[in-house]
């Protein structure tokens, strides 16, 4: 499946806890003030890959312990995000997904991605609560969500690093 990306890190300590495989999605339309990565903005910039392409550099790299979809704005392309998500989870990988959405507000067709994601950060980035302190996350508004827990409990979960 074809996916357009801004670029990717293929060992990542910043975008999710443990070694992670980043995949920044090219397409946003927030435009946040002060973005960390306004380059992936443009819906018709980044490169065109397919999703097994990208699965097969995951797959070569037994130190990794997850993937991160970034952006950009994954749900924006939320078919070839959840194949990358379903992958991972096949090979034992976690999975974290950055969005500017928040958990309430997510786009209808995002529950059989959502059941693939292990910890959501939710939220658009505001420049006026940013957070160097923060971990994982750049303003204070956004939250770290464990979304097994959330689905269960009907109501958002925040993860917990040491569970």
């Not at 770290?144 to 958002?156: E, P, R, T, Y």
């Amino acid at each position: 499946m074809k996916i357009r990306i801004a670029g990717i890190v293929e060992e990542s300590f910043v975008d999710g806890s443990g070694i992670r495989f980043a995949i920044f999605f090219q397409g946003c339309v927030r435009n946040c003030f002060n973005c960390h990565n306004p380059e992936t903005h443009d819906l018709n910039g980044g490169k065109i890959f397919d999703t097994q392409e990208i699965f097969d550099k995951i797959k070569k790299n037994p130190l990794l312990t997850g993937i991160t979809l970034s952006g950009g704005e994954p749900f924006l392309q939320i078919e070839p995000a959840n194949e990358l998500a379903k992958s991972a989870k096949k090979i034992g990988l976690n999975v974290w997904c950055y969005t500017g959405y928040n958990f309430e507000n997510l786009p209808q067709n995002a529950q059989e991605f959502l059941q693939n994601i292990d910890v959501l950060v939710d939220g658009e980035y505001v420049d006026d609560l940013r957070d160097l302190e923060l971990n994982f996350c750049g303003s204070s508004n956004q939250r770290i969500i464990d979304v097994k827990k959330s689905l269960q409990a009907g109501k958002v979960v925040l993860w917990n690093e040491n569970l």
